[in-house]
């Protein structure tokens, strides 16, 4: 206490929190509302589906054919630049002929028998001895059943006879449709895809 309030009789005041003033609103201050999550992002729209590839460009043999009135499917070149074409069973014949005569394909090179598990399809590979060309044709069988191409070619003998054994693709003409490389007893064909590694058919080894 100073001498002064003493002289004056008073005491010092407490610390007392000041009173608002009048009027003023004594309700807590009101928070804010809480943000609102943000909304989730749309989903991305599918990519617009790509357009289809254009058809394979049609060859010089496919073209001739069909000039003949022989439908083919183009497939276009493969990786060496050789043209491909595919041909109904029922036309192969008709196609050999034309190919051997006016586009002077003597050779057939090979046949190759495959098994797409859901189709047996052969592969014939041609060439002419006097243009350099070759050519690759295509025949999917029907039930396993295709025409052969010996007649138009004997060359196609042994290669056929190949296919046969191995993949049991019939080849309607042929004259010794037999075995080639497996025993004559062999059961079933040994490059179809419904062998398996423990296939009963494999017990003739054992014998």
Request: charged share 25%.
């Amino acid at each position: 206490m100073s001498e002064e309030q003493k002289e004056n009789g008073k005491e010092p005041a407490a610390n007392t929190p000041e009173k608002p003033e009048a009027g003023a609103s004594t309700q807590p201050a009101e928070k804010a509302p809480a943000a609102k999550p943000a909304a989730p992002a749309a989903a991305a729209k599918p990519a617009a589906e790509a357009a289809p590839p254009p058809p394979p460009p049609a060859g010089e043999f496919g073209k001739a054919l069909e000039g003949a009135g022989i439908p083919v499917s183009h497939l276009g070149p493969d990786a060496e630049g050789i043209e491909r074409i595919d041909i109904a069973p029922a036309d192969l014949l008709r196609a050999g002929e034309f190919l051997r005569d006016q586009s002077q394909f003597d050779l057939l090179l090979s046949c190759s028998g495959i098994d797409w598990k859901d189709r047996l399809e052969s592969v014939y590979h041609l060439y002419s001895t006097k243009t350099h060309k070759s050519l690759a044709i295509k025949v999917t069988a029907v039930d396993e059943h295709s025409p052969s191409l010996m007649p138009v070619w004997p060359a196609a003998d042994w290669h056929e006879r190949e296919s046969y054994d191995l993949l049991g693709i019939k080849y309607d003409g042929h004259p010794n449709l037999t075995r080639i490389l497996m025993p004559i007893d062999w059961l079933g064909h040994p490059l179809r895809k419904d062998y398996k590694v423990n296939d009963p058919r494999l017990v003739w080894n054992e014998r």
